[in-house]
C-alpha cells in the first residue's frame, strides 16, 4: 500500500512496506549476518556530499565536535540504495495483514511482553492518557515488541539517501535533525541504529518526529528510544499521539455486526453517525450487549458486507497519524484488544479469489512443510516463500510449476 507518513518503520511484525518501511528479511538484526551492501563503501561523489554537507550544517548550529563524531566511519551504503529504489508497493488485504500482525503466535509473546511491562504502561496511561494495550499494540507492529529495532547507522542511511538525491530534501532534514539529536546529547553515533530508512527505536521514529515528540520519561536528562528498556520509546509513542488528539477514555472501535439488509454505501471513513442512528439500522456489537458511545462513528466493511465489520470513533484516526492506513488502524485497534484479553475476530472473511479460506491457505502451508518444504510459517498468508515452496512441490511432481494455490493444489498434497 501506498502511505504518507510522519514515521517510518520496520515493520517486521506487519511484514508491509508503506513509506519506507521494511519487511521481514530487509530487518538487520543483531544476529543477521552483515550485508554487504549495508557496510560503506568508497563513493567520491558521497564525499564531495559530505563535505559541502559539513558546511551547511555548520551554518545551521551543527558543532565540528558532532560532525566529526557522526562521520567518523560513516560512510555510502549502497545497500540502501537498493532497498529505497525498489520497495515493492503492495497492497495486503485486511484478513492477511490481521493475521501477519495479530497471529495467535504473535498475540502469545504479544501478551507476555505486555505484562512484563504492564505497570510502566499503566504510568505511561495515567500521564498521557492513550491506553496501555495500544501502546503495546503499536510496540508489537513496529518493532516485534523491540526484538526488530535495526541496527543501520543512521548517520550513514541518511546521508546516503540524501546524496542519492530521489528524495534528497526529506532525507537531508532527517540526517539533519539525527545530527541535532547527537549536538543534545541523547545518544551516540554508534548507538543511534535503525531501519535503512532512518526509523529508530522501540517505536521507530524518524529524527525528525523523534525532535518533536520524544520524551523523556524517565527523567535522566535523555530521551533515549535506542536502549534495551523500552520505556523512553514507549512513553514517545504515546506522547505522539495524545498530541495528535487522542480522547483519554474512549475506543478507537470495536467489531460489529450488521443487519443482513445492510446498506454498505453507508460504510466507510467520513460518513459518521451518531451511535443510536447505526443501533436503529441493526448495527451491535459482535460480542453482545450494546454499543459504546464515543461520540459520531462510522463503520468499516474491509472485505464488504459478507466479512467482518468495524465501528470506528476519532481516535481510530488518530491511530492513522502513525500510519495513514485503514489495516494499520485496524491491526493496531485489534491486536490491542487481543493483547487485552479479547478474543479473535467473531466475523469470517469470504474465500479468497481463489477460492481459499484462511483456513484452506493455512492447510496447504502445513502440508508442504510436512513434506519438508519451507513455507516461513503457517499463518495462511502465502508470501514468497509459500509461492516457492508451491512451486518446488509442483516441478517435484511433473506437474505444471505455478507457484499458485488452489482447491485443487490442496487436494494433491493430499490429509
Known sequence: MTVTRRFFTIGAAAGLVAGCRAGPGQVIASTTPVDPGLQPQPNAGYDAWVASFRGRAEAAGISRATLDAAFRGAGFLPGVVERDRNQTEFTRTTEDYLAIVASEDKVARGRAAFAQRRALLGEIETRFGVPAQIVAAIWGVESQYGTRRGNIPVISATSTLAYDGRRGSFFESQLMAALRILERGDTTPARMTGSWAGAMGHTQFIPTTYQSFAVDFQGDGKRDIWSEDPTDGLASAAAYLAKSGWRRGRKWGLEVVVSQGFNPALAGRGKGRAVSEWAAMGVRPAAGGSLPDHGAASVLLPAGPGGPAFMI???????????????????????????????????????????????????????????????????????????????????????????????????????
Open 313 to 415: 470513533f476519532s481516535n481510530f484516526n488518530v491511530l492513522l497519524r502513525y500510519n495513514n492506513s485503514e489495516n494499520y488502524g485496524l491491526g493496531v485497534g485489534y491486536l490491542s484488544d487481543r493483547l487485552a484479553g479479547g478474543g479473535p475476530l467473531r466475523g469470517r472473511f469470504p474465500p479468497d479469489d481463489d477460492g481459499l479460506t484462511i483456513d484452506d491457505r493455512k492447510e496447504i502451508q502445513r502440508r508442504l512443510t510436512a513434506r519438508g518444504y519451507d513455507t516461513g510459517g503457517v499463518d495462511g498468508v502465502l508470501g514468497k516463500k509459500s509461492e516457492a515452496a508451491i512451486r518446488e512441490w509442483q516441478a517435484a511432481q511433473g506437474v505444471a510449476v505455478t507457484g499458485r494455490p488452489s482447491r485443487g493444489l490442496l487436494a494433491q498434497l493430499g490429509g
